[in-house]
């Protein structure tokens, strides 16, 4: 227990801790910049940058013509003649293929070929008739 006391105790010390980050001339190990830091400080400059590129990559895909490249986003009126148009061709297929069925059978009338078609052979199931007299 006091284990965990002590190292949450530090790492909420070492939040505060200043540390210095250096960027120096590599050739004359001249000082070229400096920056004091603490791990609050990178955090918030991490936090605040990832939150502007998120912003602007949102604003970019929803304020300029990208948004059409999404699936599924789209305006309503596109999204009617969408529906309306696939309603026709469902129901301009259907007409085509009862067409091409009607062709086929006026095609095997006409050449005498009824090998093809079945037969109908279902029985007709007559009730009986009772004759008795009562």
Avoid at 96 to 116: C, E, H, M, P
Avoid at 118 to 129: E, M, N, W
Wanted: hydrophobic content about 35%; overall charge positive.
């Amino acid at each position: 227990m006091a284990n965990k006391r002590d190292k949450k105790g530090r790492n909420v010390g070492r939040v505060g801790n200043k540390y210095r980050l250096v960027i120096m001339n590599d050739n004359t190990y001249e000082e070229v910049t400096s920056f004091k830091l603490s791990r609050m400080s990178v955090y918030v400059a991490l936090s605040t940058l990832f939150v502007l590129l998120v912003t602007i990559t949102v604003a970019t895909v929803v304020f300029t013509p990208l948004r059409y490249y999404i699936p599924g986003y789209g305006d309503l009126k596109q999204r009617r003649e969408f529906i309306r148009l696939k309603m026709r061709t469902d129901s301009l297929e259907t007409a085509i293929n009862a067409r091409d069925k009607y062709l086929d059978d006026i095609k095997q009338v006409i050449g005498g070929d009824f090998s093809t078609s079945k037969l109908d052979t279902t029985t007709i199931k007559v009730p009986k008739v009772d004759n008795s007299t009562y």
